[in-house]
């Protein structure tokens, strides 16, 4: 470039910044208030990071998860069926196949780039139980185990509490709740009297804990201790003791039924840990739920790869 071109580039930045500042004002004055009322330490300088610079800006929102923007868009038109308590009554069929973009909890999608899916499947989880650093190892050595070390894996295994989630069938009558989620060990009928808890419930050792149902408002609770250390909290190899303790919360709107757990387990856990909200829409014409086959576990012999838990 020239002396000449350089000069003529000089000369026109001079002339553009002497018309941003208009007559009477210097350019300090022309810069934001917030910025001008910043003490010098506060200013930025050198290769400090931006996160140093104070603004008088915010978020918009909080960052939430596409299950929970997908849940806080569903409403019921219809209106809230009660028993004769005034409470809600939550009787029905409540079909897993309502649209959903998450799907069934527990379940790998399909349309992943690799073999099992595994790591599409987890990075698409926004909501994860947080262990204690010493336990991440075993978490990842059970995720990457071979099938059939999932305690859900074959023939009469119960998924258990709360694995197993939203009960497909509820029954609300004479101060009880049954929920169903299976054929196999997965009913669960519990008082809702307002009795007391039992003190040697925590000596049990259950698939899906002894519950104790009450009414918060018009959210069913369920409160659930004396489990084992057999099920896992979902397929990654999410492990539990059996001092874990399960807190169930349901309410229903108009023909929706919405469902989430917080799970406390403080040996292994680092915090109490709260799923998503599921939904689903009650089912008006179920299908008629037979006894179950018995069943031949094979599936481990067939399989070509055993850790392909895709």
Request: charged share 20%.
């Given at each position: 470039?020239?002396?000449?071109?350089?000069?003529?580039?000089?000369?026109?930045?001079?002339?553009?910044?002497?018309?941003?500042?208009?007559?009477?004002?210097?350019?300090?004055?022309?810069?934001?208030?917030?910025?001008?009322?910043?003490?010098?330490?506060?200013?930025?300088?050198?290769?400090?990071?931006l996160?140093?610079?104070?603004?008088?800006?915010?978020?918009?929102?909080?960052?939430?998860?596409?299950?929970?923007?997908?849940?806080?868009?569903?409403?019921?038109s219809?209106?809230?069926?009660?028993?004769?308590?005034?409470?809600?009554?939550?009787?029905?069929?409540?079909?897993?196949?309502?649209?959903?973009?998450?799907?069934?909890?527990?379940?790998?999608?399909?349309?992943?780039?690799?073999?099992?899916?595994?790591?599409?499947?987890?990075?698409?989880?926004?909501?994860?139980?947080?262990?204690?650093?010493?336990?991440?190892?075993?978490?990842?050595?059970?995720?990457?185990?071979?099938?059939?070390?999932?305690?859900?894996?074959?023939?009469?295994?119960?998924s258990?509490v709360?694995?197993?989630?939203?009960?497909?069938?509820?029954?609300?009558?004479?101060?009880?709740?049954?929920?169903?989620?299976?054929?196999?060990?997965?009913?669960?009928?519990?008082?809702?009297?307002?009795?007391?808890?039992?003190?040697?419930?925590?000596?049990?050792s259950?698939?899906?804990?002894?519950?104790?149902?009450?009414?918060?408002?018009?959210?069913?609770?369920?409160?659930?201790?004396?489990?084992?250390?057999?099920?896992?909290?979902?397929?990654?190899?999410?492990?539990?003791?059996?001092?874990m303790?399960?807190?169930?919360?349901?309410?229903?709107?108009?023909?929706l039924?919405?469902?989430?757990?917080?799970?406390?387990?403080?040996?292994?856990l680092?915090?109490?840990?709260?799923s998503?909200?599921?939904?689903?829409?009650g089912?008006?014409?179920?299908?008629?739920?037979?006894?179950?086959?018995?069943?031949?576990?094979?599936?481990?012999?067939?399989?070509?790869?055993?850790?392909?838990r895709?």
């Amino acid at each position: 470039m020239s002396n000449n071109i350089r000069s003529s580039a000089a000369a026109a930045f001079a002339l553009v910044a002497a018309v941003a500042v208009s007559p009477g004002h210097s350019a300090a004055q022309q810069q934001p208030q917030a910025a001008q009322q910043l003490p010098p330490s506060a200013q930025r300088t050198g290769n400090l990071p931006l996160r140093d610079v104070q603004t008088s800006y915010s978020p918009a929102g909080k960052r939430i998860s596409p299950q929970d923007g997908f849940v806080m868009q569903q409403h019921s038109s219809l209106p809230t069926p009660r028993d004769a308590d005034g409470h809600p009554d939550l009787s029905g069929n409540w079909g897993a196949n309502f649209p959903n973009p998450i799907g069934a909890p527990g379940l790998r999608r399909m349309g992943a780039l690799e073999p099992d899916q595994a790591t599409m499947q987890r990075g698409a989880q926004w909501n994860k139980p947080l262990y204690k650093p010493e336990y991440w190892e075993k978490v990842r050595s059970l995720d990457f185990s071979k099938s059939d070390v999932d305690p859900n894996y074959g023939c009469g295994k119960p998924s258990g509490v709360p694995r197993q989630n939203t009960p497909g069938r509820i029954v609300q009558k004479d101060k009880q709740i049954w929920l169903l989620n299976g054929v196999e060990n997965e009913l669960r009928i519990l008082p809702l009297d307002g009795r007391p808890r039992d003190p040697n419930d925590e000596q049990f050792s259950t698939f899906s804990g002894m519950g104790l149902a009450r009414w918060d408002g018009d959210t069913l609770v369920i409160e659930s201790v004396g489990f084992n250390d057999i099920s896992w909290l979902g397929w990654e190899g999410y492990f539990h003791t059996d001092k874990m303790t399960v807190t169930e919360r349901f309410r229903r709107e108009g023909d929706l039924l919405f469902y989430n757990f917080t799970v406390n387990d403080p040996d292994v856990l680092m915090e109490p840990w709260t799923s998503y909200t599921y939904v689903r829409r009650g089912n008006t014409n179920p299908n008629r739920q037979d006894e179950a086959t018995t069943c031949d576990e094979r599936d481990i012999g067939l399989l070509v790869d055993p850790y392909l838990r895709g």
